[in-house]
């Protein structure tokens, strides 16, 4: 079967960097995404890794090691607005073509 | 350009009774999906279309659950004999190709509530 696991939640301050880490286990992976959603409003895409290495996308960079089924967001100068829900997401050929298969989320409280 | 929207925002059913639910994809886009997300939990993938056809719909729940997108654009989820563990959040996403490697927009929700 399909897993992910991700923290529940988290608190960082403002201004600092924050590791948000996901692991997987799937087969004939095919692509991790990350999505942001806050509270009552729709998850909106961040990052796409199909290859090992860092995306990095202004404040925002994601990590791939497909041979550890292993993904981290980093998000750097934490602003209040960046409290939300962060979901890991799998695409796979276990998931069908093209459908995602989400993780819980990790709900990011940032504190003044 | 606009987003994905769906209608209602908000629903509030009685147990057995019949619910539809909408969504506008982008404009343009070919594929369409509908996800179900339970408070505290991330979506999960009830079905998914290519254009007018139904590719996928291993994730639909029961027999209660139809969707169709009869002209490729706008898509329907029907819920038959709502019952309380249909409550959550249905969001819809489209894409603008099939391709794999293509990102999903989502729209907003319908959070259902069945009392």
Redesign the interface.
């Known amino acids: 079967g399909q897993n992910i696991d991700q923290p529940t939640e988290m608190t960082a301050t403002e201004g600092a960097i924050v590791q948000i880490n996901c692991t997987y286990q799937t087969s004939g992976f095919n692509g991790l995404f990350w999505y942001q959603q806050h509270a009552g409003e729709a998850p909106t895409f961040l990052s796409y890794n199909v290859l090992d290495g860092l995306e990095e996308k202004g404040r925002f960079s994601s990590f791939l090691s497909r041979s550890k089924g292993y993904s981290y967001l980093l998000l750097k100068e934490l602003q209040m607005k960046d409290s939300a829900s962060y979901l890991c997401a799998v695409r796979s050929r276990q998931t069908g073509a093209n459908n995602l298969f989400f993780g819980t989320g990790t709900r990011l409280t940032v504190i003044p | 350009g606009a987003?994905?929207s769906q209608s209602p925002r908000y629903k509030v059913a009685k147990r057995g009774q019949d619910v539809a639910l909408r969504c506008d994809p982008i404009s343009g886009h070919v594929?369409l999906?509908w996800?179900q997300q339970a408070l505290?939990?991330?979506?999960?993938?009830l079905t998914?279309f290519q254009n007018e056809a139904q590719?996928?719909k291993?994730?639909l729940p029961s027999d209660r659950f139809f969707a169709e997108r009869p002209e490729g654009s706008v898509s329907t989820l029907k819920i038959q004999r709502t019952q309380q563990e249909d409550s959550a959040v249905y969001?819809c996403a489209s894409?603008l190709t099939?391709g794999?490697?293509?990102?999903?927009?989502?729209?907003?929700?319908t959070r259902l509530t069945v009392l």
């Not at chain 2, 505290?40 to 993938?45: A, D, L, N």
């Open positions: 987003g994905v594929s999906f996800y505290g939990q991330g979506p999960e993938f998914y590719l996928d291993s994730g969001l894409s099939s794999a490697v293509d990102t999903q927009y989502f729209g907003p929700g």
